[in-house]
């Protein structure tokens, strides 16, 4: 094969990994609670954990999505009482997020979840190097850009 068709089966590749993930992320799970949560849900629980504080703009920036996506995501997720917001005592103007002791429950869960489920991957990937992964990276940041830069 052509070092061209090697890179379209790696395109390929890429977006039938893109199909699955997004079928994988359709549907909710329980991390932790009684709550079912879609896995972006799950991954905003993540980054404000991460964070410790944030704010709608910091979330928007990391996840590359409108304030007001993020703030009808933060909405969802403090009717399931897994965050809170309120204002910052420094500068009212701005309104601070965190997690609540259930929200921590569901982000110590996933954190667990994703070691596992990224050691089951990594057991079938021996004949990788470590080299190899950051090749991978380089070539998909570079995609990643180019996708970017089209839109």
Known sequence: MT??????????TI????????SYESVPRKYGTEDELYMVEAHTINLIGNLVQT???????LTNKTKGAISQMVDKLIKKE??????????????????????????????????????RFLNQLDE??????????????I?????????
């Open 82 to 119: 897994l965050v809170v917001k309120y204002k910052n005592p420094d500068d009212n103007r701005e309104v601070i997020i965190e997690l609540t002791e259930k929200g921590k429950t569901v982000y110590e869960f996933h954190k667990e979840l994703d070691k596992v489920e990224y050691a």
């Open 128 to 141: 990788f190097t470590t080299e190899d992964f950051q090749r991978y990276i380089q070539i998909s940041s």
């Open 3 to 12: 070092r061209e068709d090697v890179f379209f089966e790696l395109m390929e």
């Open 15 to 22: 977006y039938e990994l893109s199909r699955k993930t997004s």
């Open 55 to 61: 704010n709608t703009s910091e979330l928007s920036k």
């Open 143 to 151: 995609i990643i850009r180019g996708i970017r830069e089209g839109n």
